[in-house]
């Protein structure tokens, strides 16, 4: 019998498949294993297009996280897998551990921590609690307030200075307990503490400096933004997995598997090789629909 290589995947949302109800407030999102069963069947991802007879693929990664959740994930797990992926999100990002999603969509099954990537989203998630007078929506009110305040602190050089030391102790840490470890950028920019030799960094954040580090994923969803040329009028009703079309990630695949055979650290995405997707914008933008269920009609026909 052949042996199964096992791959685990940690990160951010550019790995974590979600039921498109849950985000959906007029529709009760209710677990139906059947459906999630099919919604993912119509739109595969990058990690079912690298699975095989002898690959399986689990991902542990969870949208909005920071790297330190997905740190303590990798630390959980990272010994039942024979190969790692980890995707290396902004170092911007907060994440608290409190069931979000079992308060927000009343479910059960998953259990979702209270993230924050800036000022801005601290400020939404206090207008979401500001008028829940109960004991739940009270503490999470309060949490995101100060959220806003670790943001505040992040705009000050020596605290930003901190946190991107913490970010690159973390990436070195998970290079100690798994040498074989694959990296994924989410976004273009990497903050790091000496000069890059080939030049000059990209920009300097106080004492903080930011370089590019090649293609990242944001950039293929940049560039299949541009291709879709299309702005929903609601952030929810773009429901591309992975933040991806299927036809990209039919690509990305293909660059991943070829990665995967090299002892290279990092993923190096040739963006050429996705100009030429064309994409149905009617499969991924809910609001190209007159309701919810007419766009779940036409995926699941």
């Keep these: 019998m052949t042996e199964v290589e096992n791959i685990g995947v940690f990160g951010d949302s550019f790995a974590h498949r979600f039921d498109p109800r849950r985000r959906q407030r007029n529709v009760n999102p209710k677990h139906d294993p059947d459906f999630v069963d ?11 297009f690298i699975r095989t007879d002898t690959t399986s693929v689990t991902t542990h990664a969870l ?4 790297i330190i959740w997905s740190f303590t994930q990798f630390e959980k797990h990272h010994e039942s897998y024979d190969k790692i992926i980890f995707i290396l999100t902004s170092e911007s990002r907060i994440s608290v551990n409190f069931d979000f999603g079992k308060y927000w969509w009343n479910t059960s099954d998953i259990s ?15 207008d979401k ?3 829940d007078n109960s004991e739940t929506g009270r503490e999470l009110y309060q949490a995101s307030l100060n959220l806003e305040k670790w943001h505040e602190l992040c705009t000050l050089d020596g605290f930003l200075e901190r946190e991107c030391i913490a970010y690159n102790l973390v990436i070195e840490r998970i290079k100690q307990l798994r040498p074989d470890v694959k990296f994924i950028r989410a976004f273009p920019k990497f903050p790091v503490f ?17 370089i590019r580090m090649g293609n990242s994923l944001q950039d293929i969803h940049k560039l299949e ?18 933040h991806l079309t299927t036809e990209s990630h039919r690509v990305l695949a293909g660059q991943i598997k070829k990665w995967l ?26 609001s190209k629909h007159k309701t919810f269920d ?5 995926n699941l026909r």
Aim: proline share 8%; net charge positive; aromatic share 16%.
């Design 112 to 126: 979702y921590p209270l993230s924050s990537t800036s000022i801005r989203t601290s400020k939404i998630l206090q």
């Design 38 to 48: 099919d919604f993912l069947k119509s739109f595969p991802t990058w990690m079912e």
């Design 261 to 286: 055979k090299t002892d290279k650290r990092f993923l190096d995405i040739n963006l050429l090789e996705f100009e030429g997707v064309n994409p149905d914008i009617k499969k991924y933008f809910i």
């Design 129 to 131: 609690f500001r008028d």
């Design 194 to 210: 000496w000069t890059p030799p080939d030049g000059a960094p990209d920009y300097i954040n106080g004492t903080v400096r930011y």
């Design 225 to 242: 933004n541009k291709i879709l040329n299309y702005n929903p009028p609601k952030k929810h009703d773009d429901v591309r997995q992975c």
């Design 294 to 298: 007419d766009w779940l009609k036409y």
């Design 63 to 66: 949208s909005g996280t920071d």
